[in-house]
């Protein structure tokens, strides 16, 4: 069975690029703002990209931070407040 400080130092350990999946329409600038300090706050190792999807469109875009590096564990637990909002973490 595994615990969730094994996934969670897994994440920290393993984890090189951490990928925010936001749909068009959940954009919003309280959205936007609530991001934007929550990477501030989580400083780390893992490079972020954030991707916007409009599935209507089926159309994407990635943006890659230069800027921001974050701790990808803290961000991952931290997402639970942001509904419709999904990760993809990688190597």
């Known amino acids: 069975m595994l615990h969730?400080?094994?996934?969670?130092?897994a994440i920290e350990k393993n984890a090189k690029i951490l990928t925010?999946?936001?749909p068009v329409n959940g954009l919003s600038d309280n959205?936007?703002?609530?991001?934007h300090t929550l990477i501030r706050k989580?400083?780390?190792?893992?490079?972020l990209r954030i991707r916007?999807?409009?599935?209507?469109e089926a159309f994407n875009i990635d943006l890659p931070?230069?800027?921001?590096?974050?701790?990808?564990?803290?961000?991952?637990?931290?997402?639970?407040d942001f509904p419709g909002i999904s990760f993809h973490l990688s190597e």
Do not use: H, M, W
Request: charged letters at 25%.
């Open 4 to 9: 969730v400080s094994l996934l969670a130092d």
């Open 20 to 22: 925010l999946t936001i």
């Open 31 to 35: 959205t936007v703002n609530e991001i």
């Open 42 to 47: 989580q400083k780390g190792k893992c490079q």
């Open 52 to 56: 916007v999807v409009d599935p209507e």
């Open 65 to 80: 931070s230069k800027k921001f590096r974050v701790n990808a564990k803290e961000v991952v637990l931290a997402l639970t």
